[in-house]
């Protein structure tokens, strides 16, 4: 597509829930990153995949976060028993490999009530 | 851990005048800077990069300024208009440290009319 799509837009959930965020990324882009925005702070790293290579996770918080990038293109986060500190943005990029200028979507406003 | 992160939260300017919005890092090893702007209710958007043997590069009404001596890196925006108003992050990543990029906190920028 032209851009990252990211979805639902908006999610608001119950403490405890499970929940899906969803990222389409531009097409032929190997790279795809994750990253989470609290209200009116930076950008926190989750998780990279890159190709076929084996993702880094190095930035998910707990073992309630995952994430899987299926046939190189779709990824999936999953957020197990969501928690009220879970409530953010969560903000999808990608990029050609070895091209830092990531391009974003408009993230997936999570909300855990 | 390393880190970037930016000298004011807030800068208000007016319509017609220069802006510039500053980030301090931390990593002496950062290959690569990037700025973004941030719209609200949408994700980070490339305004421009640079590599860390320049000290500087211009592109459309924005230039960036790095000086590596004190880790200071620098966006200038020339005869800001309202739709520069918008969140600025600055950018680093360190190739041989993770592919990603590490984000500092944010800058407002908020332009009079």
């Known amino acids: 597509g032209a851009g990252v799509s990211q979805s639902p837009s908006n999610k608001v959930t119950e403490k405890g829930k499970d929940v899906e965020l969803r990222c389409d990324p531009i097409?032929?882009?190997?790279?795809l990153y994750w990253y989470r925005q609290s209200l009116g702070q930076g950008l926190e790293f989750l998780i990279y995949f890159q190709g076929n290579s084996a993702p880094d996770k190095s930035g998910l918080p707990s073992d309630r976060f995952s994430a899987e990038r299926t046939g190189g293109s779709v990824s999936t986060l999953t957020i197990q028993r969501t928690q009220q500190e879970d409530s953010a943005v969560y903000l999808c990029?990608?990029?050609?490999?070895?091209?830092?200028?990531?391009?974003f979507g408009s993230g997936t406003r999570l909300t855990v009530v | 851990g390393e880190s970037v992160g930016l000298h004011l939260p807030t800068l208000s300017v007016q319509e017609g005048d220069n802006s510039i919005i500053n980030c301090a890092y931390s990593n002496s090893a950062s290959d690569y800077f990037i700025w973004y702007k941030q719209e609200s209710g949408k994700g980070p958007q490339f305004i421009i990069d640079i590599r860390s043997n320049m000290d500087k590069r211009q592109g459309q009404r924005v230039t960036v300024l790095l000086n590596k001596t004190v880790k200071h890196l620098s966006l200038q925006i020339a005869a800001t208009q309202p739709g520069d108003s918008a969140v600025y992050f600055c950018?680093?990543?360190?190739?041989?440290?993770?592919?990603?990029?590490?984000f500092g906190g944010g800058t407002r920028l908020m332009v009079k009319p």
């Open positions: 990029a990608s990029s050609l490999e070895g091209d830092y200028g990531y391009t």
């Open positions: 950018a680093e990543i360190s190739i041989n440290a993770g592919n990603m990029l590490t």
């Open positions: 097409s032929g882009h190997t790279a």
